[in-house]
């Protein structure tokens, strides 16, 4: 094999470099301005890839060698890296020490989150194609990326029906109607639902739909003499106690994906294709990451100064929990993330909260382990999207050596991109406090922390957890049928619910004949969702509309 056939574009070359890193800079600081005041943050890898497109069609020799597809990949990576990193790790850490009102260890949260964060990225970069994550797997926004990606450089009608899924997405998106549509049409969960896995997607609308009607339900119930329901799902712990019982039996399955020989007959992923992270390879990258995650939370326990109020014995419990949390935390995430495109970080990541509450850790220790959790899950989604973007455009792991290289070269660009969001954290996080714009979620952090534990909390998260349990073992590891319906339940959308089945249905009868041309479409509404997303929370935060 010649050196040509396996060498990819580096993301360190000059060009790619600086350009990535512009744009990167530009992504992380609007990120924070939207997370802040909208509380969500925009899918970022198809405005990366956007912008790469429309770079390399700029009539200047100097911006020609961005029509290649792999230096948009690594354009649209970084940027990616950079706007998820700055608001959903980093400004959302600072905050909860902002909102639980104590500025002290500003600086030690933002390094903790930091270390978090890079670590979740040299995670999914070493079981990325393993049997527990396979390039095969759905990675329904990585898909969208890529046919853009791909539409926009061949043309044709693969564009024409790309372009009209991108229309038809940010038309949907833009048509709100309040009450009934207060977020217009749930686009994005239409287009995810024709890429991803059926039983995964109906799994996750049923939980949205129990979330989001349970009010109407639980009245329902009562009139027919059946008492005791609470009223509004999300102001318990319900769904929290169902996440944990699928949580746990995930971890089981996941751990004898791991653990078991490779035979043939065992294969949990598409029988042609063959993971280039094996067995081995896997497990070793567990117990290296979970070591980097105790050694990273014992910094900073030293660096924040926090073992100073902990005895040795309660310092080597909160330094144990915060490796366990911060290990199992990403894995959940990046599970929910592969098989639906969502990753529900804060959710999960509330979960290790509260039970570190039953542990007497003091309040400010447990602000940090917030915060350093938190951090470990995004850009691992996020990076699984891009990842799965790269393995199409470079061929879907025909050429072995070339695709290894082109990963690399992405998680070069993933750690810079890290590294520069958590720069421009440092840059604008007073400004922030001085507005009073912290991530919602930051707040709700300190909010469960200095409300301290409870024996009903953990008696509704040990009940809840059964049936969560029950479900995951039911759907197995492939369909990860409990989490996704734990994710359901944790989140306020059900209108999201009643598009998943609408869109699995015209799957079903569709699939057969226009499989192709459904993904495209599918492709086109999740990139429509997001543009649109992003330009309207761009003003909707600076007060444009």
Not at 1 to 12: D, G, N, P, R
Not at 88 to 106: Q, R
Not at 127 to 156: C, K, N, Q, R
Not at 185 to 198: E, H, Q, R, S, Y
Request: glycine share 12%; with cysteine; proline share 5%.
């Amino acid at each position: 094999m010649s050196e040509k056939s396996y060498q990819h574009v580096k993301a360190i070359e000059k060009e790619t470099f600086i350009v990535s890193l512009c744009v990167t800079f530009f992504a992380a600081v609007i990120c924070m301005q939207i997370i802040a005041r909208i509380g969500i943050t925009p899918n970022t890898s198809i405005i990366g890839a956007l912008i790469a497109m429309s770079i390399a069609r700029i009539p200047s020799a100097a911006l020609s060698k961005f029509r290649n597809l792999d230096r948009q990949n690594l354009v649209q990576t970084m940027t990616s890296a950079g706007g998820f990193a700055a608001a959903n790790c980093g400004l959302l850490a600072v905050g909860i020490l902002y909102a639980f009102g104590d500025l002290k260890l500003l600086v030690p949260m933002l390094l903790g989150s930091t270390i978090a964060t890079l670590l979740g990225i040299y995670f999914v970069y070493k079981v990325y194609d393993s049997e527990l994550f396979p390039a095969v797997g759905s990675w329904p926004p990585g898909v969208a990326t890529a046919a853009a990606l791909i539409a926009g450089d061949e043309g044709g009608a693969k564009a024409r029906t790309l372009f009209h899924g991108i229309l038809l997405g940010a038309l949907g998106t833009a048509l709100r109607i309040k009450p009934i549509l207060p977020s217009g049409l749930p686009m994005a969960g239409v287009g995810i639902a024709f890429i991803a896995n059926p039983s995964a997607m109906m799994a996750l609308g049923v939980g949205l739909i129990l979330r989001g009607y349970f009010p109407y339900i639980s009245s329902f119930m009562s009139s027919m003499g059946i008492a005791g329901l609470p009223v509004d799902l999300g102001k318990t712990y319900i769904p929290h106690g169902v996440m944990i019982g699928a949580g746990l039996v995930s971890l089981i399955q996941a751990i004898v994906i791991i653990f078991r020989k490779s035979d043939p007959a065992n294969k949990t992923v598409d029988a042609e294709y063959i993971p280039t992270v094996n067995s081995s390879q896997t497990k070793k990258a567990i117990v290296t990451s979970f070591l980097l995650f105790i050694f990273g939370a014992l910094i900073l326990a030293f660096i924040s100064g926090i073992f100073a109020e902990m005895t040795i014995s309660r310092l080597a419990l909160w330094v144990l929990w915060s490796g366990i949390s911060a290990l199992i935390a990403p894995i959940l995430v990046g599970l929910c993330a592969m098989h639906s495109g969502w990753f529900p970080g804060f959710a999960i990541t509330i979960i290790f909260l509260s039970i570190g509450l039953f542990m007497n850790f003091p309040p400010l220790a447990l602000a940090l382990l917030s915060g350093y959790v938190a951090s470990t899950g995004p850009c691992f989604a996020d990076m699984g999207y891009d990842l799965k973007t790269g393995w199409i455009i470079r061929g879907m792991g025909k050429n072995i050596p070339y695709e290894l290289d082109g990963r690399r070269q992405q998680f070069i660009s993933e750690m810079i991109g890290g590294v520069v969001a958590m720069i421009a954290v440092a840059l604008f996080m007073n400004m922030h406090f001085k507005l009073d714009l912290i991530p919602p979620v930051s707040r709700a952090f300190a909010v469960t922390i200095q409300a301290g534990s409870s024996p009903q909390i953990l008696r509704q998260l040990i009940i809840w957890a059964i049936p969560g349990a029950i479900i995951q073992s039911i759907g197995g590891a492939k369909r990860a049928l409990g989490i996704l319906f734990a994710t359901g339940l944790l989140i306020n959308n059900p209108i999201y619910g009643i598009g998943l089945f609408v869109a699995v249905g015209i799957r079903r009868i569709y699939e057969r004949t226009h499989k192709e041309k459904l993904e495209l479409y599918g492709s086109g509404f999740i990139a429509g969702d997001g543009i649109y997303g992003f330009f309207f929370s761009i003003g909707r935060s600076f007060g444009w509309w």
